[in-house]
């Protein structure tokens, strides 16, 4: 049992730490759900690819470093440590690449990833429905095979990202006879600017479009994009859903940043007894999940599959981070309810926690059905 | 970086657990409870003989220590099987007497912690020591430092009837200085004692849900069910790396933040295991009321949560100074 990184690894964190020092800018990007700051953020992904840091953990042949799993965590830390921007482009990398990895062809590899790598191509999610939420599988758009592809058909919401993005990706229902739900479905990416396709921004709590519904009529989707076989698409999305994609959505590094950010507003604001357990808890809880997921790195490492551990995992993060920017704006008394501040925007982001990539109601029968072994039960 | 237990320190936590899980220690518990010692001592010198005090003691004085890790892996499995005794202010003892100037003490008193021959308490500027009336070493600390306590007062009864608390009586020979390590040390085994008792909460909860029916059911297949479980789980997840992230380290602030995080989980799956197994967990008959009681008790002792979160305030910052 050890906790010390090895040389080579603290030099490629030492390397990285340089890079951001000399890179970073020094004022805050505009928000990342406007039309303007979404802009800026996808230079700031070209910037970091020029220098191979957008996307370490990926071959380098695609724009990576071949980094390992705890380089990425080193990287994560250094990456929030120094104040750098957020990630316009986190749907593609840390939910389509994996499955690309796993499941994908080596055409698609080599057509998608570098784009997604330089940010030029932005991807958005396009998983719920209006009628298809927590129970996903019985989501109703359809895909209809046509020479040389298929046409998609129908109505996505909540879809991260798309106001502004370049590409989704998601399930689709090819086979309306399949016997179960989650049988009969493909995953396919398409194309947001394709004839047929209507996005309508919808805006957040603080009335930025950080999501979107989208029509799809009769979209056409060349075979080229389909991934995996037709009517695996459940398989394959869920196959990329429990291992070290449940590590990878949110980096222990954002919140040990946001822990110290949080530790010192409260010092800037004497300390006050007030909030005294709560900045504690916040800086105990960034420890925690730091800690939990170098646990869990060995574990990956030893070869072991992460499993259903990662709804533990997910549970914890999305509470805690709510909770950390509740004390934020707490501490920051009437200047608490001010818009356009950091803390408000990243407050309004963290709400969205528990609700996106599974809710944690679902995460909490997964824990209690699938670690704990209790029966199944009514919803 | 490898985080993971050796295979030789999940061997020993495993051989600790088929060894106490065979000792029917509610009945000990029970017997200790009423200042019965006979079966507790007994098991004490199974637990010594399995190496756990040796593990607080430096080899120069017959032991193997300290091994903070191993510690923690041992003490998970005591507070399992909720074991009586000073186990905690004997580990605390040892590396007190371990770090005096004067080795005279520790050649003197620290052999016979090693090998289970005699059981140590320890008051910290607190008002009571555990067990002080089974004890053989008896020390306090006080604002001169260590001493050795000429005796001990009446037991009075704790929240957990298995902890007898006795104040010991002041003055006695001035050993040396008390430096904090020690209390380190105490915490560390609160924690894991704590995570112990928390999972033993919480398997035995799940046990209870699955049996129990109602409505024709499992009650552990109701939602507000699972959920609060769910909920124990996690709470005892996340703190776990804590504590044996705290075991490698020792910093304070570490053993402080596992100390509160382990604690409160525990303390969680008290609640959630006595609402959950319903008005048969409110008896003290049922012997969940042996871990019931031992969460609360262990909540409070080697630091209060408010204790623990100030000395996390203390520390320096998480990525600031790249110590976290």
Redesign the interface.
Known sequence: MDLAHSAADEAFRAEARAWLRAHVPVDPLPSLETEEGFAAHRAWEAELAVDRWSVVNWPAAYGGRDATLVRWLLFEEEYYAAGAPGRVNQNGVSLLAPTLFDHGTEEQRARVLPPMATGEVVWAQAWSEPEAGSDLASLRSRATRVAGGWLLSGQKTWSSRAAFADRAFGLFRSDPGAPKPHQGLTYLMFDLRASGVTVRPIARLDGRPAIAELFLDEVFVPDEDVIGEPGQGWRIAMSTAGNERGLMLRSPGRFLASADRLHRLWQDRGSPESARNSVADALIGARAYQLFTFAAASRFLDGESIGPESSLNKVFWSEYDIALHETALDLLGAEGELADTEWAERYVFSLAGPIYAGTNEIQRDIIAERLLGLPKGRR | ??????PE?RAFGDSLNAMLAVADTPSVIRDWSRGEHARGRALWSRVAEAGVFALAVPEAYEGMGPRP?ELAVAFIELGRHAVPGPLVETVAAAVLLADLPDPGPAKRLLPALATGEAMATLAWKAPYALDGDVAGTRLAVTSQGLHLSPGHGPVRPSLDAARRLTPLEPGGELLGPAPARALAYARLTTAAQALGVGQAL?DKT?AH??RRTQFG??I????A???R???V??GL??????L??AA??MAPA?VA?AK??ACEAAYAAARTALQLHGAIGYTAEYDLSLWLTKARALRTAWGD??AC??D??GAP????DRR?
């Open positions: 970086m490898r985080f993971l237990l050796d320190q890790v919480l799940v849900v699955l059911v499992s552990g297949s109701f939602q069910v699972k959920h479980l769910a909920d789980r996690i997840e996340f703190a776990r790396p804590l044996f992230g490698l380290t570490d933040a509160v995080t949560p408010d979160r100030a996390v305030l910052t998480l990525s600031g976290w």
